[in-house]
């Protein structure tokens, strides 16, 4: 069980749109429509915002959209605020009743 | 609102075993839509899944960590814990709870929905 791949960075500006992807393999991200994603301010408790590759819970902005291709989910924040400014991570269920994240992203809103 | 919190040691020495506790308020573990997790994020790095568990004591852990890790709960006291045997350096680490979204009817899980605020434990003699 190998950690997703994320890019360790990606950068906007306010307003532009990003996306964030995340590799895993046909063992986890491509067998299973379980991707999650999560917001992670330094200090503060992550916080789902994508579940089921494409699903917002109640509050999560419809800026953020999730979708899922093959082996690859991916991302994306539209018209960014300064607030999304945060560490992003992927997660993916694996089988068995096991999980895997990513090596996370961070956003920067320049 | 939900709130889940870790407690424990924050200074561990190498060889020993980390012990956290996460208690749940305002709400029950006992309740079918949800398993219970141990996610944790070494200084620097991504967030990495230790295991979970469901109210009726069945876990799922780690296979990197499944040697070293035990995972259960205590329903009359609305709390779970982790056990990390034979610790090193490598497991200092901010150490979440958090809890798994289970939908009981349709066999589908729903994200990690709710996370404690973190506890930074470190390994060192």
Known sequence: QSAL??????????????????????????????VSWYQHHPGKAPKLIIYEVTKRPSGVSNRFSGSKSGNTAS?????????????????????????VFGGGTKLSVL | ????????????????????????????????????GWIRQPPGKGLEWIGSIYYS???????SLERRVTISVDTSKNLFSLNLSSVTAA???????????????????????????????TVSS
């Open chain 1, 5 to 34: 791949t994320q890019p360790a960075s990606v950068s906007g500006s306010p307003g532009q749109s990003i996306t964030i992807s995340c590799t895993g393999t046909s063992s986890d991200v491509g067998d299973y429509d379980l």
């Open chain 2, 57 to 63: 004591g069945s876990t799922f852990s780690n296979p």
């Open chain 1, 75 to 99: 991302l994306t924040i539209s018209g960014l605020h300064t607030e999304d400014e945060a560490d992003y991570h992927c997660c993916s269920y694996a089988g068995s009743g096991t999980w």
């Open chain 2, 1 to 36: 609102q939900l709130q889940l919190q870790e407690s424990g040691p924050r200074l561990v020495k190498p060889s020993e075993t980390l012990s956290l506790i996460c208690t749940v308020s305002s709400g029950s573990i006992r309740h079918s839509n949800y398993y219970w």
């Open chain 2, 91 to 121: 497991d200092t680490a901010v150490y979440y709870c958090a809890r798994l979204h289970y939908d009981y009817a349709s066999g589908t899980y729903k994200g990690f929905d709710q996370w404690g605020q973190g506890t930074l434990v």
